[in-house]
C-alpha cells in the first residue's frame, strides 16, 4: 500500500468517514450487485463435500465389482496347455488391477474435492496442481490388444 494511501485512510477514519480501501489492487465496490472480481461465483464446502462423497461412495460398488469378479474366476488359467485359459487369466488380471486403480484414484480424487471444500480459500492454482498429481498418478495406459503393430 502507498505511503499517501495509509494517509488518506488516517484522516477519514479521524473525520469519521466511511473507509475505503483497495486490496491487492481490487476496486472498491458497492454493496448492491455481484461483485465484477467474483462476477456473483460463490462456493460452499456443502457442495464440494457432496462431490467428494459421490466420487468416494464408487468405491464400494468397484469393491462388489471387484469380489464377483474374482468369485468367477477362480482357478483360471492354470489349465496346463490351455491357451485359452491363460488369455482369460492374463485378462482378469489386467481388469482387476485397473478396477483397483480406479477404486484408488475415487479414493484420491474424494480426498482433494473434500479438501477444497475445507479450504475454501486455496487457490485455483493449488487445485490445479492437486488435479494435475492425480492425472499423472492415474494416466490411463495405452491399450494392449486390438492394435496392429509395424503394419
Do not use: F
Request: net charge negative.
Amino acid at each position: 500500500m502507498a505511503w499517501d494511501e495509509w494517509e488518506q485512510i488516517k484522516a477519514d477514519v479521524n473525520s469519521g468517514q466511511p473507509v475505503a480501501m483497495r486490496l491487492n489492487h481490487v476496486p472498491v465496490e458497492p454493496s448492491a450487485g455481484p461483485s465484477a472480481v467474483t462476477g456473483g461465483l460463490q462456493s460452499s464446502k456443502k457442495a464440494w463435500t457432496a462431490a467428494g462423497e459421490g466420487v468416494g461412495s464408487l468405491r464400494p460398488t468397484v469393491g462388489t465389482a471387484l469380489t464377483k469378479l474374482e468369485q468367477g474366476h477362480t482357478k483360471v488359467g492354470a489349465i496346463a496347455g490351455c491357451l485359452s485359459a491363460a488369455a482369460a487369466k492374463e485378462v482378469y488380471d489386467s481388469w482387476k488391477k485397473y478396477a483397483e486403480g480406479v477404486s484408488e484414484r475415487c479414493g484420491s480424487l474424494q480426498h482433494v474435492l473434500e479438501q477444497v471444500g475445507r479450504d475454501l480459500l486455496t487457490t485455483d492454482d493449488a487445485v490445479r496442481g492437486e488435479m494435475s498429481k492425480l492425472n499423472q498418478k492415474y494416466a490411463d495406459t495405452e491399450a494392449v490388444g486390438g492394435q496392429a503393430k509395424d503394419r
